[in-house]
C-alpha cells in the first residue's frame, strides 16, 4: 500500500493555491477547449475533484486500485463531470485531459514543499501519475458506458417506433411489421398489440407480416407466441403478408403456421377481419 500521507499533507496544506494553479494550467492548455464552458463551471469541477481527491486519499482503505469501494465517491462525482462536460460539446479526450493537466502544477507545489529532496520528491510524482492516470483512464470507461446507454436508449424507442398498432374500425386492429423480428422486439409488439387490444377492445389483430424480409423457425415461433397472447385476451388474429417467395420458403423449411388464419395481402384480411365483426363489404357500381 503507497504512503499516501506526504500528498494529502499537499492537498489539504494548499488546496486553494492548487486549484487557481490548476484552473490557470487548464486555461492555458488549448486541447483541453475550456472556451467552450463557463468559467464558473471548471472552477466548480476542479473544486469538487480536489474535495473528494482529498476525501478518496484520507481513507483507511487507501490505495492506487480506483475500482475500490474507497473511491467510489470520486467515480460518481467523475460521472457527473463527464455529463456536464458532454453537454458542452467535450469529448473523453478533453475530460480525460481535465484530470492529467492536474500532474503539473501537483509537481510544482511539490517541489516548493520545505525539506523536499529528491527520492521523497520523484516517490510522491509518481504516486501523483498513477492516480491521475488511473483516473484518467476510467473517464473513457465512463464515456463508453453512457454512449452504450444512449444507444440501447435509442434502439429502444426506434422499436416502440416500429411497431405500430393502428386502430382499422371499431374492434378492429392492425400491426403492420417492418425488418427482422427478434426476441427483444418480439416482446415490444407482443406488449404494444395486447395494451391496444385492451384499450379499444378489439376482437380481430391483423398482423402484417409484408414488410418483413424473411420468414424463418424461429420468426414464426415468435409470431406463433403473439396470436398466442392475443387470443389469451380474446382476440382473434389474422397474419397477413405471406408472399409467394416466404410461402415457398416456410414450406421447404417445414415452418407452419397450425391453426392460424393467413391471408395473402392486407386487404384480404381487412375484408376477413370484416366478416368476422359482422360488416359486409359491398361495392357501389354507381360510382
Known amino acids: ?36 464552458m463557463p468559467e464558473a463551471d471548471i472552477r466548480q469541477q476542479s473544486a469538487e475533484f480536489l474535495s473528494e481527491l482529498i476525501k478518496a486519499l484520507a481513507s483507511a482503505q487507501f490505495s492506487t486500485d480506483i475500482k475500490l469501494s474507497s473511491w ?25 485531459l481535465f484530470i492529467l493537466s492536474l ?7 511539490a517541489a516548493k514543499e520545505p525539506g523536499m529532496t529528491t527520492e521523497p520528491l520523484l516517490a510522491l510524482i509518481q504516486e501523483i501519475n498513477i492516480i491521475l492516470d488511473n483516473l484518467a483512464l ?19 424507442e426506434m422499436m416502440e417506433l416500429s411497431t405500430p398498432v393502428v386502430k382499422l374500425w371499431d374492434k378492429v386492429l392492425t400491426l403492420p411489421l417492418i425488418g427482422t423480428l427478434d426476441s427483444a ?48 385476451m380474446g382476440a382473434d388474429c389474422i397474419i397477413s403478408g405471406i408472399r409467394p417467395q416466404i410461402a415457398q420458403s416456410m414450406v421447404h423449411l417445414g415452418v407452419s403456421f397450425n391453426d392460424i388464419i393467413t391471408k395473402a395481402t392486407l386487404a ?20
Open 1 to 36: 500500500m503507497p504512503n499516501n500521507k506526504a500528498l494529502i499533507n499537499l492537498l489539504k496544506n494548499h488546496e486553494e493555491e492548487l486549484l487557481s494553479l490548476w484552473i490557470t494550467e487548464q486555461k492555458n492548455n488549448s486541447m483541453l477547449k475550456t472556451e467552450l
Open 72 to 96: 467510489d465517491t470520486l467515480r460518481n462525482n467523475l460521472e457527473k463531470t463527464v455529463k456536464a462536460r458532454t453537454r458542452f460539446g467535450l469529448s473523453h479526450v478533453e475530460t480525460s
Open 103 to 109: 500532474k503539473n502544477p501537483l509537481a510544482q507545489l
Open 138 to 156: 476510467s473517464i473513457v470507461e465512463i464515456y463508453i458506458k453512457n454512449r452504450e446507454e444512449i444507444i440501447k436508449r435509442q434502439q429502444e
Open 185 to 232: 422486439r418480439t416482446q415490444v409488439v407482443m406488449e404494444s398489440l395486447l395494451q391496444a387490444i385492451v384499450e379499444t377492445q378489439s376482437t380481430v389483430a391483423i398482423i402484417d407480416i409484408t414488410g418483413v424480409p424473411t420468414v424463418d423457425t424461429l420468426v414464426a415461433q415468435h409470431l406463433m407466441k403473439t396470436v398466442a397472447a392475443a387470443r389469451l
Open 268 to 287: 384480404d384480411a381487412i375484408r376477413y377481419a370484416f366478416s368476422l365483426i359482422g360488416i359486409r363489404m359491398v361495392r357501389d357500381d354507381k360510382k
